[in-house]
């Protein structure tokens, strides 16, 4: 029974990730992502990883913790392209827009 509820927190998980690709992919910016929690989230799945394979314990929801492991990377990875994006939309810093007040 443990290995069944395990199952369906690791799915549940699971799910909301391909929807956060998706979003980060679509917004073409890193706004309003935490790098930390994402980074955060991995080490907890590469944790139970560990944890399955120290224990001898590989059942199938070894599986979900890799395939949520490797979401959690794309999403990453999202993140860095994203970010290099938001960055080269901003004005290089030192030029001044001339105001028509100015004149």
């Known amino acids: 029974m ?5 199952a369906g927190m690791v ?4 799910i ?4 956060s690709i998706y979003k980060s992919y679509k917004s073409r910016t890193a706004k309003g992502k ?8 991995i080490i907890g799945y590469i944790f139970g990883i560990l944890s399955k394979i120290i224990n ?11 395939l949520n492991s490797f979401m959690v990377l ?23 827009e001339k105001n028509s007040e100015d004149t």
């Open 34 to 41: 935490s790098l930390l929690f994402l980074i955060l989230i």
């Open 74 to 96: 794309a999403d990453i990875a999202l993140y860095f392209k994203n970010k290099k994006l938001d960055i080269s939309k901003k004005a290089p810093s030192g030029i001044v």
């Open 2 to 6: 443990g290995e069944l509820l395990e």
């Open 11 to 14: 799915i549940c998980f699971g």
């Open 56 to 66: 001898n314990n590989i059942t199938y929801v070894l599986f979900f913790y890799v």
């Open 16 to 19: 909301s990730w391909p929807a």
